[in-house]
């Protein structure tokens, strides 16, 4: 059996305010062309389809448009709701559409839905398990130990039962502990979104969404597909693609690239430099979304402005000189996954008023973000 792998397309995301849309379905067109020719089984989507859990009527329309694409291809598509989706949302009409081929997960209430396609080799189960939060599942599980993302998904996935002599891909949008992650990725403080690869074992293929530069995941056969479209420029080395996984009785996978309508690059000099006719004529990077980074030791008025004359798609522009090398550096989001949701308002209460918490400030912070991560406030 073969698959497509898609994941995070955020559809109706804005970058730097510049909308998406056009790009995005330049991209979601490519991929159908994709599938034309590689015909595949079946296409998962794990997760995050919207970049908003109230998408913009465009971007309903979009992905409406490429599940019928799909579908008028006669595949089976997959598809989990992620930490930006509405999961109601999401599922809504979720039954009528079964009867297209379009299997969307249910809102979650304790068990694992699945969906099991055949071919040559056999059947092929797919279970779609929706981001949950540890609240979502202990409210399931109410005499389970649930205290971390990982004890959530290890509980969720208990109840899934394997059928003799089918192979098993799980469809879930977690962090899975070791991922690289980019800077247009949610990141959750302390880490404390972390699950274990051991929880994932047991299936023949993982995919995973939410981390948005494609990778392995603590195993061979546990993977990020990645992104179809740069988000930011922390992106700007990935080459994005479908991740193809083909189950027959051992699991392979390749990758298709994509080619964007816009690609992501940088820019660096001084003005003079990156405004010189014979620097930019002919240029094909023009017109692609471009971070400029200037090093002239003075401020340009109305750089931007200027700039855009040129460049029309300039979505940042900074500096890199004495002054701005020797400002005060904020820790890298590396720094910030490692420390816990008190210990970082701990450190913003102790620069605001030049003395750390008392204990009993600490107690009343520490129960005041616990009541929020649950959703208790």
């Not at 304790?110 to 056999?122: C, F, H, I, M």
């Not at 993977?223 to 479209?229: F, K, Q, W």
């Not at 017109?287 to 300039?314: F, K, Q």
């Not at 020797?326 to 490692?338: C, I, K």
């Amino acid at each position: 059996m073969k698959v497509f792998h898609l994941s995070d397309l955020h559809l109706g995301k804005r970058v730097n305010e510049f909308s998406m849309l056009e790009d995005q379905k330049y991209i979601l067109a490519q991929i159908t062309d994709l599938a034309q020719s590689e015909r595949p089984d079946a296409v998962i989507i794990a997760g995050d389809v919207y970049d908003k859990s109230v998408p913009p009527a465009e971007a309903v329309e979009l992905f409406d448009r490429f599940l019928v694409g799909l579908s008028a291809l006669g595949l089976q598509v997959l598809v989990i709701s992620g930490n930006h989706d509405s999961a109601e949302r999401l599922a809504f009409g979720g039954r009528l559409m079964d009867q297209s081929g379009v299997h969307f997960a249910p809102v979650y209430n304790g068990s694992v839905a699945s969906v099991t396609l055949q071919d040559a080799y056999g059947p092929v189960t797919f279970w779609l398990l929706p981001f949950l939060k540890p609240a979502h599942v202990r409210r399931f599980f109410p005499e389970a130990e649930i205290e971390s993302y990982t004890d959530a998904i290890r509980t969720a996935l208990s109840a899934v039962e394997f059928a003799p002599g089918h192979r098993n891909v799980l469809v879930t949008h977690q962090f899975v502990t070791g991922a690289s992650r980019c800077e247009s990725e949610e990141i959750s403080v302390g880490g404390s979104d972390n699950v274990d690869a051991s929880v994932l074992e047991g299936f023949d293929y993982v995919a995973l969404g939410h981390i948005h530069g494609p990778q392995q995941a603590g195993g061979p056969a546990i993977r990020y597909c990645g992104t179809p479209l740069k988000y930011s420029f922390s992106e700007i080395s990935h080459q994005k693609s479908v991740t193809v996984v083909e189950l027959t009785q051992e699991v392979s996978l390749r990758t298709l690239p994509l080619l964007p309508l816009r690609d992501m690059k940088e820019l660096k000099g001084t003005y003079e430099e990156l405004t010189l006719k014979s620097y930019y004529d002919g240029q094909p990077w023009k017109n692609d979304y471009l971070r400029v980074i200037l090093t002239d030791e003075e401020d340009i008025p109305e750089a931007m402005g200027r700039l855009r004359a040129i460049y029309p798609n300039i979505m940042r522009l900074e500096y890199d000189n004495r002054r701005t090398r020797s400002m005060t550096q904020v820790g890298s989001a590396q720094q910030v996954e490692s420390l816990s949701p008190l210990e970082l308002f701990d450190q913003l209460y102790t620069k605001q008023n030049d003395r750390p918490m008392s204990d009993q400030q600490r107690e009343f912070a520490q129960n005041l973000i616990e009541s929020i991560w649950e959703g208790k406030l």
